[in-house]
């Protein structure tokens, strides 16, 4: 049972927008920023989004990200078939001492 | 260029112990949190602690505390994740990654190590 709540699929077409939900508590979401990581099959996690709608450098713009008061979203605008991926949220939880906690992640399925 | 490179797959028995390894390249090992994150198979990530290299401060997420030991050696730039006696729930897929602090986002990941824990 993940601290954070994704839905655990997800899927759209090519050229669809699709988004991913992430919910949390007052101890996580509510208090911190979120992240988002993609991991693509059989290969370690990338980091998408951090600081909730940042995104590194290389990371297209059709990925964007927001929150507001104890959940967050991912948004996939113009969706292509290599997005297809595990996302994962995850936020810093201030509770016990601190710790981060993760979503339990979405599979996304391009169709 | 950020690198970090993690020791190769291991198999070990129940009740053995372990160490694996992450060496960082490419930016000053003392200056950030190194993270290590479980991911079993089929399974989702889960964060199981950081350390900071620059004075040894380490912290664990409540589910692993005590049940693993995570070191650094700053003088290699080298983090480590060690277990004492295994179990095969420990079978799983780990990777160590840099911590940026405050936003506490993994930045730089390794490549994983696949830990197989079976009689």
């Known amino acids: 049972q993940s601290v954070l709540t994704q839905p655990p699929s997800a899927s759209g077409t090519p050229g669809q927008r699709v988004t991913i939900s992430c919910s949390g508590s007052?101890?996580?979401?509510?208090?911190?920023?979120v992240n988002w990581y993609q991991q693509l099959p059989g290969t370690a996690p990338k980091l998408l989004i951090y600081?909730?709608?940042q995104r590194p450098s290389g990371v297209p713009d059709r990925f964007s990200g927001s929150k507001s008061g104890t959940s967050a979203s991912l948004a996939i605008s113009g969706l292509q078939s290599e997005d297809e991926a595990d996302y994962y949220c995850?936020?810093?939880?201030?509770?016990?001492?601190?710790?981060?906690?993760f979503g339990g992640g979405t599979k996304l399925t391009v169709l | 260029e950020v690198q970090l490179v993690q020791s190769g797959a291991e198999v070990k028995k129940p009740g053995e112990s372990l160490k694996i390894s992450c060496k960082g390249s490419?930016?000053?090992?003392?200056?950030?949190?190194i993270g290590w994150v479980r991911q079993m198979p089929g399974k989702g990530l889960e964060w199981m602690g950081i350390?900071?290299?620059?004075?040894?401060?380490?912290r664990y997420s409540p589910s692993f505390q005590g049940q693993v030991t995570i070191s650094a050696d700053k003088s290699i730039s080298t983090a480590y994740l060690q277990w004492s006696s295994l179990k095969a729930s420990d079978t799983a897929m780990y990777y160590c990654?840099?911590?940026?602090?405050?936003?506490?986002?993994?930045?730089?990941w390794g490549q994983g190590t696949l830990v197989t824990v079976s009689s």
């Open positions: 990654a840099r911590h940026v602090f405050g936003d506490w986002h993994f930045d730089y």
């Open positions: 490419g930016y000053s090992f003392t200056s950030y949190w």
């Open positions: 350390i900071y290299p620059g004075d040894s401060d380490t």
């Open positions: 007052s101890s996580n979401i509510g208090s911190n920023t």
């Open positions: 600081s909730n709608n």
């Open positions: 995850a936020a810093w939880d201030d509770s016990l001492n601190g710790h981060v906690v």
